[in-house]
């Protein structure tokens, strides 16, 4: 197992926690990144194989599980063999869907998604995107790619106000990622996404757990740190990596990649049995 690289006084205070009371603590995770490796096709992404059956074994000692995701709800779940979790709650596209017992919440698009969708490509080529850029149909939210460009790093960047142009246009927001512009509904991040969650469970709980490798992840970072000033110990994990350094400034716990993030959970698993 790869050890953590580095573990802050608030965030040994917050495992220590989720050992000592695990069956009132909330533990929070990305997908893309952090239990799933990144790879250059969305659609080729799975689970580190061993992510699911160690949720699998956490679920019935711990408060509640529940998964962040940019990703479609019903897509998280089978490319990371999450079906059968008993306990497991898939919260897809920032929050707009629910995954839990195999059944699926999933509300209308908002209308500025259609009009992106048939807009997006006239952009693309007015821009002079690369032909290696890609999108993503995610039907709630488009997503634009970059990472199989010859400089992804440039290719983003020169498509990055063309993009928020289009988002303003269409009443949509544009949410940045590792080597990729999110074009989505406004209104709801993976903050308010686990702030919900957790409201909705009723009960305060003994500690929460967040862990995240993108961007897109600092919002339920502000999520756990704002349960810490309200007194729930709170412990923030990056997935690490080089594309985004972002978060592991602010974690108290960062590990390597989707393996580290296994690791760790089986390090809280010795700790509660």
Known sequence: MNSPRSVTAAGADGLDAIRTHPAEAVLGFDFDGTLAPIVDDPASARAHPDAAPALARLAPRVGALVIVTGRPAAVA???GGFEGIDG????GQYGLERWESGALTVPEPPPGVAEARAKLPDVLKAAGAPPETFIEDKGQALAVHTRRCAEPEVALERLRS???ALAERTGLTVEPGRLVLELRSPG????MALRSFIAGRGSRPSAVLFAGD???DLA????????RAEGVPGVLVCSGSAEVTALAERADVVVDGPEGVVGLLGTLLGASS
């Open 162 to 164: 063309i993009l928020a």
């Open 77 to 79: 779940v089978e490319y």
């Open 88 to 91: 497991l709650v898939v919260l």
């Open 188 to 191: 709801m991040d993976k903050g």
């Open 220 to 227: 339920a970072f502000d999520a756990v740190e704002s349960l």
């Open 214 to 216: 993108d961007l897109g």
